[in-house]
């Protein structure tokens, strides 16, 4: 005979049971964080007490930073970056397109292209441009523009040329991994159904691409922000040149270089938050919650201490 023995039962009969005793958690303590935390800090501090005890003018870049030249740099800043960037796309498109045609004459010249832009410096083609009218002393098209290569290869087109032509090459192999990333199955299906190759990339093969080409595009295109600080040697008078020239008309150049690194770490900073909600508007079907915006984060925050406060005075 078996007899089952309830072992959370009390005493006589008609008395609770007796509660099981909590378990008491001790956390884990993480030294190596709070040391890691007070070195980083520590290095801060030594960083800042150098940076303030240093010959540099600090209060010169509130005054210059708000100047009608740095705004106007500024401006042909985001231009240039505007411009080259759409000449990047376009031309990244259509490279990759070609690389992936079954036409060997297409595919190889994408493939040249793409391998001596990215294997040579920005800053070189940037040079060899401004100075092919060492090569090209005319530009002649005929009935319709002829002129001195000099005057025709301004520092702006000089700028947009090389940045934007060497863009191509990058956004080109972007285009393309993403472009394999969607199953060969959806074209299949489209060509299946009657669809042009034109209009399955269109309609089919580009939409769902697009997940895998916007969060490295909008890498390219923060990093082509700050790239344009280098067709300062073309003459063209953008941010960084503009910086430079206040610095040495006004006897404070490594302030003006500080007041440079301010407006791209501004620039970035916006260009980033947009970059953000387009990653998020792409990613919509890929998870099954989308992560929360920065204004939702502070609203739920908000929403739990005010939840907080009001239970704490009901409770009072």
């Given amino acids: 005979m078996t007899v089952d023995i309830d072992k959370t039962a009390g005493g006589p009969a008609g008395t609770p049971p007796t ?6 958690a001790i956390p884990v303590r993480h030294y190596g964080r709070y040391v890691s935390a007070v070195v980083a800090i520590a290095l801060l501090a030594a960083v800042v007490y150098a940076f303030s005890q240093g010959k540099i003018n600090w209060g010169a870049i509130p005054d210059y930073f708000f100047d009608d030249r740095v705004l106007t740099g500024m401006g042909k800043t985001l231009l240039i970056t505007v411009l080259a960037m759409l000449i990047g796309i376009v031309g990244g498109i259509l490279l990759a397109v070609m690389r992936l045609s079954k036409n060997p004459v297409t595919s190889s010249i994408a493939w040249f292209y793409i391998w001596f832009f990215r294997g040579t410096p920005v800053l070189v083609q940037l040079v060899v441009w401004f100075n092919l009218g060492l090569v090209f002393e005319y530009i002649n098209l005929g009935p319709f523009y002829r002129d001195e290569w000099s005057d025709f290869m301004t520092p702006f087109l000089t700028a947009l040329l090389g940045l934007g032509l060497n863009e191509a090459a990058y956004m080109a192999e972007i285009c393309r ?35 895998v080409i916007v969060p490295p595009t909008g890498n390219e295109v923060i990093n082509m922000l700050k790239t344009t600080s280098l067709v300062s040697v073309v003459q063209y008078a953008e941010l960084f040149r503009v910086a430079q020239d206040i610095g040495q008309t006004s006897g404070a150049p490594a302030e003006m270089l500080f007041l440079a690194a301010a407006w791209y770490l501004l620039l970035t900073s916006v260009f980033s938050v947009g970059q953000y909600y387009l990653e998020r508007y792409y990613a919509r079907g890929s998870s099954r919650s989308l992560p929360p915006t920065p204004l939702q984060k502070i609203r739920a925050n908000l929403f739990s201490l005010s939840n907080r406060s009001s239970t704490t005075g009901g409770a009072a």
């Fill in 19 to 24: 509660p099981p005793e909590a378990i008491k």
């Fill in 177 to 211: 991994a993403g472009l394999l990333a969607v199953d060969e199955g959806q074209t299949e299906a489209a060509h299946a159904l009657g669809m042009s190759h034109a209009k399955t990339l269109r309609r089919i093969v580009v939409p769902q691409a697009m997940r």
